[in-house]
């Protein structure tokens, strides 16, 4: 992967929302690269700010009451925070797609499954209603969908056969990149499971990067190569699978994996985080976590930490990391 290039790299990305309660401090800047044909997963607890950055980078933030403050979004070579809204419509769809959460919202009700493909099509390439009706035709046929239900509408196909129908609605056009936010939450176990197949076989014979936002850890580790941890509105730590799952070095990461069960180990009771995360209208000064933290020192509650490179491409964002290094 060291010699592919960079599709996608994001820089000190912040992001507020102003409201009657007051300035909710989503993204608290932001960054991490992604190269061509690589899956990051962005995790965390709900709050995180996965999904606004997820809404940043498509530059969909509602505005009012959401803008982006400051940051770079850099797609190929191009800053997304810069572009126009008319040309980041020619960019939704054809070069940057999103798979959203709940396929049952994502689809028109009211138009046949066929269309609503091939309406992507024809947005973003000069081609006839013919010619669009057979791409999308293949793009069913490429997810497992027979070309006879082209005519469909979304009620008379399942949650999983939905979410088949975003993600053929998603690589249409073969974006470069495909933020996919809680793909499979909506999903039973083992629809879940097919999804996820599809995906990780879509995105090897597309080579398309994806960005996947997730709170479970085992999605993450069936599609991913690198892995984000974040925590209000920061990357707390990440690195790839195995520097996440095999070298945790943060607390509140340690936190995540100690409050799952596992099969190896013969625990009675769960080690859970406690506590609540901050409020983003008021975080607490210095380190975010600090509060939940049982490692916590007066340092921490008053100085944030910067990422440190713990080894090559594993970043901590931890003062007790940097006492230890």
Known sequence: MENEETILSVKDLVIRYETDDGLVRAVNGVSFDLKRGETLGLVGETGAGKTTTALGLMRLVPDPPGRIVSGQIVLQGRDLAKLSEERMRLVRGNEVSMIFQDPMTSLNPVMKVGDQIGEVVRKHRKVSRLEAEKIAARMLETVGIPRERMNDYPHQFSGGMKQRVVIAIALACRPSL???????????????????????????????????????????????DKVAIMYAGLIMESGSLSDIYRHTAHPYTKGLFGSL???????????????????????????????????????????????????????????HMDEEA
């Open 178 to 224: 495909i933020i996919a936010d809680e793909p499979t939450t909506a999903l039973d176990v083992t629809i879940q499971a097919q999804v996820l197949e599809l995906m990780r076989d879509l995105r090897d014979q597309y080579r398309t990067s994806m960005l996947l936002i997730t709170h479970d850890l085992g999605v993450v580790a069936e599609i991913c």
């Open 261 to 319: 069960p596992s099969m190896n180990t013969r625990e009675k009771r769960l080690h859970p985080i406690h506590g609540l995360m901050p409020d983003p209208t008021d975080l607490p000064p210095g380190c975010p976590f600090a509060p939940r933290c049982s490692r916590a020192t007066e340092k921490c509650s008053q100085e944030l930490p910067v990422l440190r490179e713990l080894s090559p491409g594993h970043l901590v964002r931890c003062i």
